[in-house]
């Protein structure tokens, strides 16, 4: 069973940084196509960026040129590197992957969606 346990949240002034990390248990890191979901209540999710096991990257529109996805094999963990944050950053932020990973597709998503979940840590952007 994977288990995905996120860290790094917290509370930034707009034009700040954060880094989210995603240590993931289990044995499907290195083949798996890995991700970042965030959620606003009451609104729909939306993929952010993606990494598959080739390192091949993809993002959302909203956060090109601001956010950075990687990778660390040796620690079975996930980044999200993200600069300039906007007050629209405030979410709650969800590490994903797919075990069985077809590579990655447009706008931060894996090609076969997202399986495997963590619970989420929450980034708040403030003006």
């Known amino acids: 069973q994977v288990h995905l346990v996120e860290s790094g949240g917290g509370s930034v002034q707009a034009g700040g940084s954060l880094r989210l990390s995603c240590v993931v248990s289990?044995?499907?890191?290195?083949?798996?196509?890995m991700g970042w979901v965030r959620q606003v209540p009451g609104k729909e999710r939306e993929s952010v960026a993606a990494?598959?096991?080739?390192?091949?990257?993809t993002y959302a529109d909203s956060v090109k040129g601001r956010f950075t996805v990687s990778k660390e094999n040796a620690k079975n963990t996930l980044y999200l590197q993200m600069n300039n944050l906007k007050t629209e950053g405030t979410a709650m932020y969800y590490c994903?992957?797919?075990?069985?990973?077809?590579?990655?597709?447009?706008?931060?998503?894996?090609?076969?969606?997202?399986?495997?979940w963590g619970q989420g840590t929450q980034v708040t952007v403030y003006s």
């Open positions: 990494i598959d096991s080739d390192d091949d990257t």
């Open positions: 289990g044995n499907t890191f290195k083949g798996a196509c």
């Open positions: 994903a992957l797919d075990p069985a990973s077809y590579g990655i597709s447009s706008g931060g998503n894996c090609y076969n969606g997202f399986h495997d």
